[in-house]
């Protein structure tokens, strides 16, 4: 029987201005007023953070930057780093999404110093890793997510590790509306808690949360939960229509 609390996160994208944002978000926070058994977090562009907080912070949904820069501050033009995120209501942070590592170099020396930068300003780390549909036919799945965890959380201590959300998202699943069946996303869920028993210790992995992502919808996440080590969701597409997003936060 697991005893981690559930999580379903909403990543926004690059959609929503600061308006859509915030009536989004306040549907969406009277739709889940009677959720207390299920933890919310959304993830909206940075420009709508601090508007959106407003809206969400007497809630019980948690406010969630979808990137950060592993520098506290200084004249990197264009960046945002965690101190900034924290002071506009964030309380997670989502580190290494595969738009990220496809569309702007994140490598996995970045994503584990901005694994460190979060932890350092108090943010809760939301460390995605996933395969590409080639790997996936190589058979390289386990040791690509193998190397993608092992850099990426190099030199974190217990503690530190323990604070940390991983969410596993197949690249070939993303915006795609192919799920990995949940017997897929179960058996990698499994090798990513012994990875993280192995690296660390028992209980911390049996204390983290993995969430699957990847077309995650109101239809499928019902059976993804069932499963032993399926903790949640991130939720991309279907995260933007609060109606639907609600939908899949009361999967039970
Ligand atoms: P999707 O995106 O739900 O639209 O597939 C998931 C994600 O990128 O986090």
Redesign the pocket.
Known sequence: MRNRTPMI?G?W?MFKTCPEAVNNARTLVSLVSDVDDVEIMIAPPFTALTGVFDVISQSAIHLGAQNLHWEVEGAFTGEISGKMIYSAGCRYV?IG???RRQYFGEIDERVNRKINAALDAHLLPVI?VGESESERESEKTFSVLDKQMQKGVEGLTLDQMGSAVI?Y?PVW?????KTATPQQAQEVHEHLRNFLANRFDETTAQNIRILY?????PGNIGELMSLPDIDG???????LDPETFSKIIKYK
């Open positions: 996160a990543n994208k989502i999404h595969s738009e995605c969410a998202e699943a993303i915006g795609t509306g992502g990847g077309s995650v919808k969701a991130l939720v991309g597409g279907a995260s």
